[in-house]
Every structure is written in C-alpha cells, then in structure tokens.
C-alpha cells in the first residue's frame, strides 16, 4: 500500500481553512428549528450524509445540534450531556465534515488531523467505528494497549485521517516516533473525567502538552474535577460551554423507566434471574457489580440458568472483544460487567440494567443506567440494594432528580441462597472469610467464542492504571462530593453486605459513620456550575483529589458511597 505525503504546512491552517461563512451558518442551525435538524440540510459533506443516512441517521439530536455551530466555527468547547444521546457524532461530524474539506483541498496526508482521546479500550473502538461508518472516505486507526503494537505502527505509516485510543497506547507511539502530533487542528477528549478515575490524568496532559497551539479542542465530561478545571484553563481556549443537562432536570435518558429493589444480602443472588427473566423479557441485559472477582462469580453462578458471560479488566483484550461482540450479536443476553462498561459503551437495544450492587457515587449510577435506554429507546434500570442502603438509594434519587418504583418482594426458595456455594473456595458471597475462595475462575480466552473480535495478544497493558476509582479516603473532602452531599459511610462503620469482605470496603450504613455527612455544605451551592467555568472561583465538580467537598458539574450532585480498598477497585483500564 503506498503511504502518503506529509502536508503539514497546509495542514497548520486546518481549522481555519474550512471557511464556515454565513453561507454554512444559513443552512446549519442558525436560526432554524426542525428544519435545522434535517441532516440532508446542513450542507455537510454528501459523504457523511448518505453515509450517516445508509444508518438511519438523517436528523440530529439535540447535543449535536447544540454543538454543530459552535463547532463549525473552530470553537473550542465544553459539553456534557445525557448517556446514549449522541456525544460521539456531536464531535464527529463537525471534524469529519472539515477533514474531508480539508482533504478536498490539500489532498490526504500522512500524519492524523484528528485525535480523540477515551479512557477505554471499547470506547475508543466505538467511537473510530462511528467515524469509520459515517465518513468511510477518511482513514481511521484505534489505537489502544493489549494488541500488537507493529500493525498499528504500519498503519500509521500508511497515514491515516482519525487516531482514536487511549491515552496510554498513544504515549508509546509518540515515543516510538510511530505517531506523529504534529500535524493535529483537532482534539477530542472524550468521557473526560474518566481519565482521571482510570489514572490517565497525567498522559492526558503529556499529550495535550505536545499538540500544535493552533487546534481546536473539545471536551466532554460529566463533572469537573480540579483536574478538569486545571486542564480546560491550561490546554483550552476560552471554550463555549454546551450543557444539555442542567442544574435541576432529571440527570437519565426519558426512556429508562427505574425500580428499586430489597433483599438481604443472600437474597441477592438469587432474585437476579427472575427479575432478568420478567424485566428483560428475553432481550439483552447487563448486570453491573463492584470488584471483578464478584463479576466472575457473578456470571459463573447465573451461567446455571441463563447464557451469561462477564466482562472486566482482568480479561484479555482479545476475550473481551469476543464477548462484548458476542453480546451486541446476541449470542448471550446477559453481561456481567464492573463499571468497565459503564461509560461510553453503545451497545444496541439492552432493555435491561441491573446494579447487582449499589454504585460508587450517583453519576456512576447515571452512567450504568444509561447503557439502557439509548438513543431515543425505551429500558429498564433496576436497583438492588439492602435495608441499610435504604438511604443511599434516597440520596441516588436526589443526586440525580429521579424517583425509583419499588418493586415487590421477590421470595427465595430455600437452598436459592446458596447458589454461590461451591464456587471457588465455597463460601457465601460477601462473607468476610471466604472471600469468594481466590481460585477465581482463569477465563481468558476460555470462554465463549464469538465471532470476530480482533485477534491479538493477552497482555494488559494500561490496565489497572494507578488511582482507579475513587480513593479510599474517608476524608470528607474526597469523593465526587457533590454540593449539599457528602460521603457516605466512609467511616467506622461497615455493614457485612455483599462484597464487603476487605474489611475495608463496602458501602458502610449510610450516613452512620458521618464525618462529613449527608446534606453537608449547602453553602457551596452559589461557587459551582457550569457557568463559572474557567473563572476561578471555588467550588463546583467535586473530585476525588480536590479539597472542595461541595461541586457537581451545573449542579449535578454525585455523592459518594463509601470508599474501596485498592485491593477491589474497579480501575479496569
Ligand atoms: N442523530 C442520530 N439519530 C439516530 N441515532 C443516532 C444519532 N446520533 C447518534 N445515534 C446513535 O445513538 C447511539 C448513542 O450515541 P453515542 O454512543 O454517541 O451516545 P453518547 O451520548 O456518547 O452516550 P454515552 O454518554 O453513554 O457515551 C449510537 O448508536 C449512535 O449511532
């Protein structure tokens, strides 16, 4: 294959090159209403056009119209709206529209016009799929730790139009001078926050640092840490922001209908599949857990009843890839999953979430739920929790303006109980001692093989990178604090729910340990918000290293249930 020319002189004036005249600005969003959400009407490129069109996709949804403008204009911007809305073609189309212009002009180069950052390897997949499916002229790479590294060193040396990876893959391709940044107008940073869960903050601004001054860079990002602020004031430029979810609307997707449920914690178990079987009516569910090992446990248990599989860190890349593709074709229909999966992933019709346990904080909740329910379709989340979670799922209901339907008492047939028993070391879930017995269940690449899935290498790189989520804290200023909610239960107190055998871990009784307590510094309230952005001024996104308990990104308040031991954080990534 013949590689192509470097136009890195042209290439300097990318973002400024692409002409949105007022002629564009007409026929954009300007103005217009309906009619402005016709694709067919925006006079963007004939080629995403009917390639977005051969999708099903011919009128924007609201973020990406929000965005076009603002993008069109070479703005640098800051958005957040709800999951499954269509962040990823809010940012894609306007940088495929202006590289095919650009290419149009200058001819195709060799080093990417484009970077967009994800903090996991499946988002990073999914999102140069929708670039590769919506302007299939543009050459596209995904970059990302646990695959052969020399094929993407080839292809980048063929030249490529998009990079998309994590920020790990990317550092080592820049430092095997693979990956040239040189030539990059375009910056995306996607699932922002995330970066720093996952421990990519510091490769994040390594690469930031390395880019050309004259881009365009956006950022999506459901809160804003410190870092995040730090970020947007150091590598961002004066950006609009765009937020599409606000201080007091309901922070989920219309169509994801809630329940809540009780059950002791033995119960738990064996509940899970008649709600599946009843809730998801045969379709395609994904039942969210704490640790890995849980996930592990979780699906071996249920695989007795239901075509189940897990997904987690611990797995090869070349497996997950199997499942995860084995999932969307439907050869299983239930995925057990840490929150791995929880962000980003776009996978066709799930009707079902299930948080097996309580999530970390209420914006993880948000974005579990939101894999349900997705892109204008309706689903099901439903929130098992013990009696002494009773006040956390009150304060999910706040954080994030939401009302649960509990559901009725499932009974447990005797001996139900107990279908964990036998599994590894034989003792109960979540029962100190046993801890689930540490035989695991060594599943690489064992396990259900489905269809293509890139083949490749087992090895984990840029897994389990340093913080992982939340710290363990019991400070009151850690956590994702949002205003007016504290931590909960970050102190003394632990309850012997499931999964709470570290001892230090587990979701402790809400609000008993309360050094910070709930409903704690409602006097923040008038220092956060969107709005403040890059002002300075104090307050606002809470984060798991800022000394500032009060925050939510324009109000969203995403309290913090408990802390974790390093031992069983979710860090996957
Ligand atoms: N205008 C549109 N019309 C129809 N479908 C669309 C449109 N835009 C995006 N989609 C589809 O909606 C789904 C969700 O989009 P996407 O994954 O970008 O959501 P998201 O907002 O990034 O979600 P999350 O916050 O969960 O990552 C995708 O399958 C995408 O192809």
């Not at 543009?138 to 920020?167: E, F, K, N």
């Not at 939510?552 to 408990?562: A, E, I, P, V």
């Amino acid at each position: 294959m013949e590689t192509r020319a470097s136009v890195a002189a042209q290439a300097e004036y990318a973002v400024a090159d692409y002409g949105y005249d007022e002629e564009k600005r007409g026929a954009t969003t300007g103005g217009h209403t309906e009619e402005g959400l016709e694709i067919a009407n925006l006079r963007i490129s004939g080629d995403i056009v009917s390639a977005l069109a051969g999708r099903g996709i011919t009128k924007l949804f609201p973020i990406q119209k929000a965005v076009l403008e603002p993008a069109m204009q070479g703005r640098d911007m800051f958005g957040r709206a709800r999951t499954g809305t269509g962040k990823t073609l809010a940012f894609g189309i306007p940088i495929m529209d202006k590289i095919i212009e650009f290419n149009k002009k200058h001819g195709k180069g060799r080093n990417p016009l484009a970077l967009v950052m994800a903090p996991t390897r499946e988002l990073a997949r999914q999102v140069e799929k929708e670039f590769q499916q919506s302007a299939p002229v543009l050459d596209t790479i995904c970059v990302y730790g646990g695959t052969p590294i020399s094929s993407q060193i080839r292809q980048l040396d063929y030249g490529v139009d998009v990079a998309v990876g994590t920020p790990g893959r990317i550092i080592d391709l820049i430092k095997r001078s693979a990956l040239n940044l040189s030539e990059v107008q375009f910056v995306v940073l996607d699932e922002a926050d995330q970066m720093l869960s996952v421990g990519f903050a510091e490769d994040v601004d390594v690469i930031l640092e390395r880019l050309p001054h004259k881009r365009q860079t956006m950022m999506f990002s459901a809160t804003r840490p410190t870092w995040i602020r730090e970020l947007v004031k150091k590598h961002m430029n004066n950006p609009t922001i765009i937020d599409l979810v606000g201080e007091s609307d309901q922070k989920l997707a219309d169509g994801i209908t809630l329940y809540s449920i009780s059950s002791d914690i033995y119960g738990k178990a064996s509940i899970i599949s008649p709600l599946i079987t009843e809730h998801a009516k045969g379709g395609k569910c994904i039942v969210f857990t704490q640790t890995k090992r849980d996930a592990d446990r979780l699906a071996y248990a249920m695989a007795r009843n239901l075509r189940c599989e897990a997904l987690h860190g611990d797995i090869s890349q070349s497996q997950r890839e199997r499942t995860l593709s084995g999932f969307r074709d439907g050869h299983f229909n239930v995925l057990v999953a840490t929150d791995v999966a929880s962000r980003g992933l776009d996978i066709p019709n799930v009707d079902l979430v299930i948080h097996y346990e309580l999530p970390n904080t209420s914006e993880t909740f948000v974005h579990r739920s939101g894999r349900t329910g997705r892109a204008g379709k309706k689903g099901t989340a439903i929130l098992m929790y013990t009696q002494d979670q009773s006040r956390a799922v009150r304060v999910i209901e706040r954080d994030v303006g939401c009302k649960f339907t509990e559901l009725p008492k499932i009974a447990v047939e005797g001996g139900a109980a107990d279908m964990f028993s036998g599994m590894g070391g034989g003792g109960r879930f979540g029962m100190r001692e046993s801890r689930f017995g540490d035989t695991g269940f060594g599943r690489s690449g064992s396990r259900g093989d489905y269809g293509s899935g890139r083949s490749g290498g087992n090895r984990s790189s840029g897994f389990g990178r340093s913080d992982g989520y939340g710290g363990s804290s019991s400070s009151s200023r850690d956590g994702y604090g949002g205003s007016g909610s504290g931590r909960f239960g970050s102190g003394g107190y632990r309850s012997g729910n499931f999964g709470s055998h570290g001892g230090d871990r587990g979701f402790g009784n809400f609000g008993s340990g309360r050094p910070s307590g709930f409903g704690g510094n409602q006097s923040s309230r008038s220092s956060r918000g969107f709005g403040e952005f890059g002002s300075g001024r104090s307050g606002g996104y809470g984060d798991n290293r800022s000394t500032q308990s009060s925050g939510g990104f324009g109000g969203f308040n995403s309290s913090r249930f408990g802390g974790r031991s390093a031992d069983n954080r979710i860090a996957d990534d």
